[in-house]
């Protein structure tokens, strides 16, 4: 069977604040019969869709989880009924939301599958503590890299540590000792600056700065929690300079601790 127009819409929750979600995602969600949502969607989400069928399933690492395979075929067995469904994952689909692997499962059965961005959870989350990305003269670019692999194989440290680019680091809480070994044996400065950033854009949303040196230290006192990202470079240190310029919106500032940590 194939279908001439996408049944299935693989759609990006953006990272919790409900207003950052595309025009386009909420106009699919209106649109559509059955929402298959991942649990790190913001719940609020779901306003926009209250005419559609909810399935509930999460894939947390570590935790309990619904098995890949399952969502595949429940996806398949809607498509194949001519459901309007739409799979939704937080932050960007395509963004360590496995987008890419579902679509490719999809198609090889015939169905097509289209994609609509959500801002993905390390973006929002330096945006929200005021810390540019990147920034002539301190960072000529960002990587976004997982620190959770699936065969646990190393990630190439010394290419991260040496290349430049701002690191935002998804899915790390539980591997901070590897990342600050890592970075440090790959030559990164033992100074660099470090934010880490839970539930980004949510309404409870915590941050805080340390220095590369004091990163596992720094996150046991904050007991940072997961879903956390790790935002690393010299552009984390200019977030105090912009604060004055760019204040963090008012649904963080009750929350939050001071960015720029003693040592930096
Ligand atoms: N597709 C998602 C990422 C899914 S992987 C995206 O684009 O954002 C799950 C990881 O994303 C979490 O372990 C955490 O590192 C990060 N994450 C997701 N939501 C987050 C949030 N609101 N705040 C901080 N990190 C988040």
Not at 107 to 125: D, F, P, Q
Not at 134 to 152: F, K, M
Not at 183 to 207: W, Y
Request: aromatic share 2%; proline share 6%.
């Amino acid at each position: 069977m194939h279908c001439a127009s996408p049944l299935v819409h693989l759609v990006g929750a953006g990272p919790g604040d409900p207003e950052l979600l595309t025009l386009k995602a909420a106009r699919v969600l209106s649109q559509a019969e059955v929402v298959m949502v991942d649990d790190l969607v913001n719940p609020a989400i779901l306003e926009h869709c209250p005419q559609a069928r909810i399935i509930r399933v999460g894939k947390r690492g570590g935790c309990r989880s619904t098995p890949q395979e399952f969502i595949n075929r429940l996806m398949l067995r809607y498509a194949r009924q001519g459901r309007r469904l739409v799979r939704l994952k937080g932050g960007d689909p395509c963004v360590f939301g496995r987008a890419g692997e579902e679509a490719q499962w999809l198609a090889a059965r015939g169905i097509a599958s289209e994609t609509v961005n959500g801002i993905t959870a390390g973006l929002a989350g330096a945006t929200q503590c005021g810390i540019p990305l990147t920034l002539r003269g301190l960072s000529r670019g960002v990587t976004l890299v997982t620190a959770h692999t699936r065969d646990d194989s190393e990630l190439n440290w010394q290419g991260l540590a040496q290349g430049g680019t701002t690191l935002v680091v998804y899915m790390g809480v539980a591997r901070l000792e590897q990342i600050q070994q890592g970075l440090l044996a790959g030559g990164m400065p033992a100074s660099t600056p470090v934010a880490m950033i839970e539930r980004a854009s949510l309404p409870d949303q915590r941050h805080h700065a340390c220095t590369l040196a004091q990163l596992c230290v720094e996150a046991g006192h904050f007991e940072l929690e997961s879903p956390a990202v790790l935002v690393i470079g010299e552009v984390v240190a200019a977030s105090a300079m912009l604060a004055g310029i760019a204040p963090l919106s008012s649904a963080v500032v009750s929350t939050a601790t001071p960015m720029q940590p003693a040592s930096i």
